[in-house]
């Protein structure tokens, strides 16, 4: 199947879907939007009030704030593909429950299969852990790692620099990182396709460059 068909039928499938609870809470499933033929792809954590209104990802506060922070990269929404690791809201916000990462895991994993971008960008504690196994964003946010011949990019949420002032030019400076890794990312997968399983990271590790590649352990 072409990715667009793909992804049209992940979108069909999560607007009835069953899988977990959070069925009961959805007004709208929020698949995700924006290029089939991305090269980056953005993954959240879950659909707030707004999203669930309009079945759209990130078109709250944190999702204007994202916006810019795509201006810094000269990135356009357009360009990208932007979903979360889960399709229906939690209740009141609250933070996604195993079971229902578990249950929309299927659906995330069609739609990176289908889209193949060359950087993935994690939102979020929760969308990192989809890749990352025992990394901390405070640690290792902007910072460029393999897993199964994807460039991962762990990053603050948008809604932490939105609730901690401080975190602002942070996550500003990991997104201006953005087009040289994009770059990057390519060129690897063009001379060694087969860049895959890395082994796990120390996070005893001294800091290293914002554009260095790092590997990690999967789930």
């Not at 209104?53 to 810094?72: C, H, I, M, N, R």
């Not at 299969?113 to 979020?124: E, F, K, M, R, Y």
């Not at 809604?159 to 990182?177: I, T």
């Amino acid at each position: 199947m072409k990715p667009e068909a793909v992804l049209k039928e992940v979108a069909e499938q999560t607007a009835a879907c069953t899988r977990c609870k959070l069925q009961h809470s959805r007004k709208n499933a929020v698949p995700g939007s924006g290029s089939p033929q991305a090269e980056i792809m953005f993954i959240g954590e879950g659909p707030g009030f707004h999203e669930n209104e309009q079945g759209l990802p990130f078109v709250g506060a944190a999702g204007k704030f994202l916006d810019e922070l795509l201006g810094e990269a000269n990135l356009k929404r357009e360009d990208v593909f932007i979903t979360n690791v889960v399709k229906c809201r939690p209740p009141g916000n609250r933070d996604p429950q195993i079971e229902e990462l578990d249950a929309c895991k299927y659906y995330l994993e069609r739609q990176i299969a289908a889209i193949n971008p060359d950087v993935i960008v994690t939102l979020g504690r929760f969308s990192m852990g989809h890749f990352i196994l025992n990394g901390k964003i405070s640690g290792i946010h902007g910072r460029s790692y393999w897993v199964n011949n994807r460039m991962i990019v762990p990053m603050y949420h948008p809604a932490a620099a939105l609730h901690q002032p401080s975190l602002r030019e942070v996550v500003k400076q990991d997104f201006r990182n953005l087009p040289g890794m994009i770059k990057k990312a390519q060129e690897t997968r063009r001379h060694n396709p087969d860049i895959s399983i890395p082994e796990k990271i120390e996070q005893e590790e001294e800091p290293v460059e914002d554009n260095s590649v790092e590997q990690l352990s999967l789930f």
